[in-house]
């Protein structure tokens, strides 16, 4: 089941490598029915799941592969090196709370990105087989529970990446693209040394062997005393965590390792920014509870406070910045910084609200981004500007555009009755019950009003009022004594077609529904959860 | 005065050797073999594709069933000490024949031999010597082997080098790879000297346990060492004995600039692995280092010499094959690190990264001659656009390229992998060498990456049609490396085992 889901893009990938690249319909269709036969897949593993289980790790006396769901487990690679040592690699995946929601996501926002795709024109061949891979990669990660394999996945993200946004994307891209892969690069090179310090720290309990597996690293009795990350070296272990935590931060992306995503966001084509927004930055936040804090907990519970800084940082750095710009992608770009701290704050608080709240706000901010720059690229493709000054007034003219820009603007800046306010309110829940971050989370309650400030405001000079005199569209007077709206030279719909529709409208009705009901989503979440934030808590304080 | 040995004596003597001869079958086939290709040239005299390149590639394969049949002979001395039979040394007789292969199969891949000269002559002969001298650096047991096995390498790569007469690029390269190489030579020779002077020995074994048995002075040991490690500096391309490198392999004909960069390497290290594994004495008295300096730091010194220069230097360069030069330095640092652990495990990752470095190298100077062959330029610039008119050939490129960074899931990754396992895998002791390590191959990201950038995020200036197709067998070929690339580094474990079959030194006290 994980294989399939892992794989289906891989395959439409090499189906698409056959095609004639003349065939762009075929290579269309191709790559859309992978990512729905993915849907397909993530549906059934949300249906099929058990949300009794917690997985995160086997625990004492636990079974070997803990209580992770769907597991396929196969020895991938069993290596006899020199001297006594040994190396040995599993193909293991496996879902459990942390990841099934994400699964869930990912396979969304790849579908919502091949839609999205749609319009590309140059190159179309290529570009898909690149995607697919992209898809593949991201989805891999989730569901690896084995360290060597989630770096593979994880490093095989950057290529693909790299080159999607460095050929199908805007004027500035080679830079984009280079810095995007540098600094990414920069943070899991590091990740591989701890990668190996570890395999040689932990020893699985049941064949005796170093291992990779997550399960078996994220249970302290497993480590050998001694090793190099073993628990009498805890310079060591500090050192290895911030590493981890860079690499993974890098992606989040957390201050002052942000810098490369206001340029990607602003050169990549509006798919890869969706899926950029929509996924790729939870990687981080997942790889800091997947591996970073359950592997280190106790590194962990010492700089709750520090994470926690960065946090708050990020939320109201990010929404200062969003306040500044000019250009609506790069402020949708600075406002995804500013809603990953609230992720970051909500770890920080390392108590069961506060990582609920993290986790369900990874999934909102993927979903409700999404939709942001799915409405952004809307804008862009018509007016080939993203200038905030150079609308005003499209309320009248696009109506269901508008609507749904609100619904998508007011769920990021967390409204009551939409997504984006429970998670924000239980990551505040959190924030304030955990003394340490509690004089964190007062300060960062102001990022809720810049935020709300950026958002109103953005809204109000491009929909509201009348055309600015410089827009980029003309009004005609219709033959019905209307107004109509006129973009220079676009053919198609002006309110959106229906693609845009099949895109945007499943990505507001979940945004509602979950603003509403979110028990499907914290039902599936919540004991695994439980079982991690009872891993990081040290036997002291438990 | 010596006296004449006793007719038993020379009984002894020769029965010894043709005793010998038996496990010598590999190198003697390869020498008929180079004989035959000089007479096949006096015959047919003719142009590259010919009954010459085609006696080569078969003549080399067909070394392939000596080599195989020596694994089930015992590990030993040959010929009084001068040589060895071991697995060390047969992994290594695979890697030659394999190259050798391979610069056949690139050479006759390459157009600008049709228009530089007119007959392949001794071309072939030479790589074939070229594969007989490597082959014996890698089992030769005695200084003296050492030394005439590696003149035999330097000499064929002198002339393989200048082998573009008329280009005066061409000519400078050898001439500078030859005054390099005799400079280079001439200290080897010296620290040789001043072994046998410490010592009375030639046999490396012999040395190794002298050297324990009796102490040494270390400021004379450490002299010797650092003369010695010019040597073998200079044929591993390691910095500072580099200077050669760029100029030579800009300038030599593309097919041998990949065959000196991987085999001739590969031939370096060979020696150099079984020299400081067997003549130095490990464990032994208390004279091993004077001031803290031993040859495993000057090792240490020339490793991260070699990753920051190559590295930084390289993100400088125009010129692919001069980037790929630099690019090279920067690898024989990385495969020092794997040297440098000293162990068994060490050892493995060596081997292995070695035989990642075979197949991406290769593979990535082979597109390199593919897009001359269609350009005509190695220039960066020239590669603007060019992914849209060869995507093979691209895609193939950008496999390499990231192999050649160690990204997965490619064969380069698990080479880095496993030398920085190796390293980890002694604690903390060798963490900093591998933070060089890790910090140089994100430097290296950035200059690799521009040939990726000018291919495919890069428009071409011209935008005249051009047929483009590098051809059926030339695709073929560049398909199945790219896919070994990626399949090896998905599934490495039998080249793992490979390398962990050869790991096995004759004499090795060390592991």
């Given at each position: 089941m994980l294989s399939l889901i892992v794989f289906l893009p891989i395959i439409a990938g090499l189906i698409i490598l056959a095609v004639?690249?003349?065939q762009k319909q075929i290579i269309r269709i191709v790559s859309l029915l992978a990512a729905l036969a993915q849907g397909v897949v993530a549906i059934l593993i949300w249906r099929a799941y058990d949300p009794s289980l917690p997985g995160i790790t086997a625990g004492?006396?636990?079974?070997?592969?803990?209580?992770?769901?769907f597991v396929e487990k196969l020895p991938w690679i069993g290596l006899k090196l020199g001297g006594m040592a040994s190396l040995n690699i599993e193909y293991f995946l496996g879902v459990d709370g942390i990841s099934v929601t994400m699964i869930i996501l990912t396979a969304l926002v790849s579908a919502i990105g091949v839609l999205s795709s749609?319009?590309?024109?140059?190159?179309v061949k290529g570009y898909f087989i690149l995607y697919n891979l992209l898809a593949s990669a991201m989805m891999g990660c989730f569901v690896a529970l084995d360290f060597f394999l989630f770096y593979v996945f994880w490093e095989l993200m950057l290529l693909p990446m790299y080159f999607l946004i460095g050929i199908?994307?805007?004027?500035?891209r080679e830079y984009a693209a280079i810095k995007f892969f540098l600094y990414t690069l920069f943070g899991s090179v590091f990740m591989l040394l701890v990668m190996i310090g570890l395999y040689f720290s932990v020893?699985?309990?049941?064949?005796g062997n170093h291992t990779f597996s997550l399960v078996a690293m994220?249970?302290?009795?497993?480590?050998?005393?001694?090793?190099?990350?073993?628990?009498?070296?805890v310079m060591w272990r500090y050192i290895a965590f911030a590493v981890l935590f860079i690499g993974f931060a890098i992606k989040v992306p957390m201050f002052p390792f942000h810098t490369w995503l206001p340029d990607a966001h602003v050169e990549a084509p509006t798919p890869i920014s969706v899926i950029l927004a929509g996924v790729l930055l939870k990687l981080g936040t997942y790889g800091m509870m997947r591996i970073n804090f359950p592997l280190f907990p106790e590194v962990f519970h010492a700089s709750m406070y520090i994470i926690g800084i960065f946090g708050a940082i990020n939320i109201i750095y990010g929404a200062f910045c969003a306040l500044a710009q000019q250009d609506l992608k790069k402020m949708v770009a600075y406002s995804s910084i500013s809603h990953m701290g609230y992720v970051l704050l909500g770890l920080a608080a390392g108590n069961s609200e506060g990582m609920v709240g993290a986790l369900y706000q990874m999934f909102n901010h993927g979903t409700i981004t999404a939709m942001l720059f799915l409405l952004v690229g809307v804008i862009y493709d018509r007016a080939h500007t993203r200038q905030?000054?150079?609308?005003?007034?499209l309320a009248s003219y696009m109506p269901v555009y508008a609507a749904i820009v609100t619904v998508a603007w007011f769920a990021s800046l967390g409204l009551?009755?939409?997504s984006g306010f429970i998670s924000e309110a239980l990551v505040f829940v959190g924030a304030f019950s955990s003394i340490t971050t509690r004089p964190i989370a007062m300060v960062s309650v102001l990022g809720i009003l810049f935020g709300a400030a950026y958002l109103l405001w953005s809204l109000q000079r491009v929909f509201l009022g009348k055309r600015k005199p410089d827009a980029a569209y003309d009004l005609e007077v219709g033959a019905d004594g209307h107004e109509h709206i006129h973009f220079?030279?676009?053919?198609?719909?002006?309110?959106?077609?229906a693609r845009e529709l099949t895109m945007l409208v499943p990505l507001v009705v979940i945004t509602i529904f979950l603003g509403i009901y979110p028990m499907p989503v914290l039902g599936m979440i919540t004991s695994s959860v439980n079982k991690l934030v009872e891993v990081l808590t040290p036997l002291a304080i438990r | 005065m010596f006296e004449l040995p006793s007719g038993a004596e020379i009984q002894s003597i020769i029965a010894s050797l043709t005793l010998s001869v038996e496990f010598f079958k590999p190198e003697i086939y390869l020498s008929v073999l180079f004989m035959l290709l000089i007479v096949i040239d006096l015959v047919a005299k003719g142009k590259k594709n010919n009954l010459l390149s085609i006696t080569t590639l078969l003549g080399l394969a067909g070394s392939i069933y000596f080599i195989f049949k020596q694994q089930f002979m015992p590990a030993g001395e040959l010929f009084f000490g001068m040589y060895v039979l071991d697995e060390f040394a047969i992994f290594f007789k695979y890697f030659f024949v394999l190259s050798g292969i391979l610069a056949v199969i690139i050479t006759m891949a390459d157009d600008q031999f049709e228009s530089e000269v007119?007959?392949?002559?001794?071309y072939y002969a030479l790589i074939v010597a070229m594969v007989i001298g490597m082959i014996m650096m890698a089992s030769s047991a005695d200084m003296m082997m050492i030394f005439l096995s590696m003149e035999l390498v330097s000499f064929s790569a002198f002339i393989l080098t200048g082998?573009?007469?008329?280009?005066p690029r061409s000519s400078e390269a050898a001439l500078k790879y030859l005054v390099y190489g005799a400079v280079s030579s001439g200290l080897m020779v010296y620290g040789f000297s001043l072994i046998y002077g410490l010592t009375?020995?030639?046999?490396l074994i012999n040395i190794s346990s002298e050297l324990s048995l009796h102490g040494y002075d270390p400021l004379l040991m450490i002299l010797a060492t650092l003369l010695v490690l010019a040597g073998f500096g200079y044929k591993i391309g390691?910095?500072?004995?580099?200077?050669?490198a760029p100029d030579v392999y800009e300038g030599a004909p593309t097919p041998i600039t990949a065959y000196l960069s991987v085999a001739s390497k590969a031939a370096g290290f060979a020696l150099l692995m079984r020299f400081f594994y067997i003549a130095v004495p490990h464990g032994?008295?208390?004279?091993?280092?004077?001031l803290g300096i031993n040859w495993v730091s000057l090792l240490i010194l020339i490793s991260v010499a070699s990753m920051i220069y190559g590295n930084v230097v390289a993100l400088?360069?125009?010129n692919v094959k001069r980037l790929l030069a630099y690019s090279s330095i920067a690898h024989a640092g990385y495969l020092l690190l794997g040297v440098i652990v000293m162990d068994a495990f060490g050892t493995q990752a060596t081997l292995l990264y070695l035989l990642s470095y075979f197949l991406m190298n290769f593979g990535a100077f082979y597109v390199v001659i593919l897009i001359a062959n269609k350009t005509g330029s190695e220039n960066l610039?020239?590669?603007?656009?060019?992914g849209k008119k060869m995507p093979l050939a691209g895609a193939a490129l950008t496999v390499f390229l990231i192999s050649l960074v160690g990204?997965?899931?490619?064969?380069g990754f698990i080479g880095k992998l496993m030398i920085f396992s190796a390293l980890l895998s002694k604690g903390s002791l060798y963490l900093w060498l591998a933070l060089i390590g890790i910090m140089t191959s994100v430097i290296s990201l950035y200059y690799y990456m521009l040939i990726p950038l000018n291919m495919y995020l890069r428009e071409s200036p011209s935008s005249e049609e051009k047929n483009?197709?590098?051809g059926l067998i030339p695709n073929i070929i560049m398909a199945v490396l790219m896919f070994f690339t990626i399949y090896f580094g998905l599934f490495f474990q039998p080249l793992a085992d490979f390398a962990k079959y050869g790991s096995a030194l004759f004499g090795l006290k060390l592991h």
């Open positions: 004639p690249s003349s004492p006396g636990g079974s070997p592969l803990g209580s992770f769901q749609w319009t590309i024109q140059k190159q199908w994307g805007g004027p500035n020893l699985d309990p049941v064949t994220a249970n302290q009795a497993n480590y050998i005393q001694d090793a190099i990350l073993g628990p009498h070296n905030i000054d150079k609308f005003g007034g009551p009755g939409l220079h030279d676009w053919k198609g719909k002006i309110d959106l077609d | 007119k007959s392949m002559g001794e082998y573009f007469k008329r280009n009375g020995q030639t046999n390691a910095v500072p004995f580099h200077f050669w032994g008295p208390v004279y091993e280092d004077i400088w360069q125009k610039e020239d590669y603007r656009g060019l990204l997965p899931p490619t064969f483009m197709n590098p």
